[in-house]
């Protein structure tokens, strides 16, 4: 019960609710990744008792990561940029692998259902978990 209420609180606060992943970035793949990430927050703050305890864990070290990306380019330190922005972007598979089997449950559940939006989004959930699966197929 503690970490559906964690959850809650977590995915409706407002840390959360600006909390969204990097898609301005100069590494085009860290963008892809962040609009994938975003897709799948929105299924989770409709159904905010859907992210479990892990992906709640990845989501936190994403954001860590993404605030030390903005530390080192302010700075302008392009060596340490780099090294960052792997590690971001190894956080934000993270968070797709977690908290997109946590989405994927909402909208089995019904979260589908909340808007068109949403609706959209579980639609390219399920698509993409597919193509993952046939991925692993060949």
Do not use: F
């Amino acid at each position: 019960m503690s970490v559906l209420v964690l959850g809650a609180v977590c995915l409706a606060s407002p840390a959360w609710a600006g909390g969204s992943a990097r898609t301005d970035d100069d590494d085009p793949s860290v963008n892809a990744k962040g609009v994938v990430v975003n897709n799948i927050l929105a299924v989770l703050r409709v159904s905010p008792n859907s992210a479990g305890q892990s992906c709640l864990k990845n989501l936190d070290e994403m954001h860590k990561v993404q605030k030390q990306l903005d530390v080192e380019e302010t700075a302008q330190r392009s060596v340490d940029i780099g090294l960052v922005r792997d590690v971001l972007e190894s956080d934000m598979e993270s968070v797709i692998s977690s908290c997109g089997k946590d989405a994927r449950t909402a909208c089995e559940g019904g979260a589908a259902e909340q808007n068109a939006r949403v609706s959209k989004i579980c639609s390219q959930l399920s698509e993409l978990d597919s193509d993952e699966q046939s991925d692993d197929l060949q």
